[in-house]
């Protein structure tokens, strides 16, 4: 039988850290259905990543997942885990580490799958760099603050469509799942979060492609109150945009995925 969450938290100091991005999830229920808008985890190998004091953990380890890797770079809560661990020795595995300097497809076989409620402050900077291997996950399924959630499903001609929807876009099919209130944290945070599930296209851009897009969208939605032959001009300027078919007088949100992708094809 394992302590209530607070008991751990407070067994091994566990405070939130404003500089981990750190806001943890108690409420077993919820955590439950987050588990559950993961879809049909028997047989999958699970990624969690951040698991803090483990509410999260617990309720995958109580799916039907073959196995369940932590990843965890504050020890005080790596040391929280391990104790899980100790009741779960075959299915559960405790990795000590930064999670975007580590490449976690290496850390469990397929069919593999991630599910974590990311921190605040690294959420952006890890979801780009597992797009970037997308075809190595089936799915994912990620906490964000709403602001960032809105901008991954974002469609083109709104105002939080911008590099981190085409980048998205360009590799998974993705929406918001859930929506959770800063009451569900401890501590809360200022703003409401969302679940995001993200199931990964069957064909993938090659990754010269992804490079090209990144930096299409970097420039164009860099400076995306200008016209495109203003901010692509380090680029190509209206000679790329005529190559490809694009108005120059646009503005980088009115374009569709398929049309950054013309783009970077020229």
């Given amino acids: 039988m394992q302590p209530p969450l607070r008991e751990v938290i407070a067994q091994h100091g566990l405070d939130a850290r404003k500089s981990l991005g750190q806001h943890f999830l108690l409420d077993e229920n919820l955590c439950a259905k987050i588990v559950r ?3 049909d985890l028997a047989g999958r190998h699970v990624i969690e990543v951040g698991p803090g004091p483990g509410g999260l953990t617990r309720a995958l380890l109580a799916s039907d997942a073959a ?26 595995h405790m990795v000590e580490a930064d999670a975007l300097a580590t490449d976690l497809a290496t850390l469990c076989p397929v069919p593999r799958t991630i599910v974590a409620n990311l921190p605040y402050n690294a959420g952006t900077a890890m979801l780009v760099r597992w797009l970037h291997q997308a075809a ?6 990620l906490m964000f603050q709403l602001e960032v959630a809105q901008r991954i499903v974002a469609a083109p001609g709104s105002a939080a469509y911008g590099r981190l929807s085409v980048l998205v876009q360009l590799t998974c099919h993705a929406e918001i799942v859930m929506r959770v209130p800063p009451a569900a944290f401890t501590p ?48 190509g300027g209206v000679s ?7 108005d120059p007088e646009r503005r980088a949100e009115t374009l ?11």
């Fill in 37 to 39: 808008q993961a879809g």
């Fill in 67 to 92: 196995s369940v890797t932590a990843v965890e770079i504050d020890h005080r809560a790596a040391t929280a885990i391990g104790v899980l661990q100790v009741d779960h020795p075959s299915r559960l």
């Fill in 136 to 141: 190595a996950w089936e799915r994912m399924t």
């Fill in 188 to 235: 809360p945070p200022r703003v409401m979060s969302a679940v995001v599930g993200l199931i990964p296209h069957a064909v993938q851009p090659t990754p010269d492609m992804l490079a090209q897009v990144e930096r299409i969208t970097a420039a164009a939605f860099g400076q995306r109150r200008k016209m495109l032959r203003g901010s692509l001009r380090a680029l």
């Fill in 240 to 246: 790329l945009l005529e190559r490809a078919g694009i």
């Fill in 256 to 266: 569709s995925v398929a049309e950054i992708v013309r783009l970077s094809s020229c």
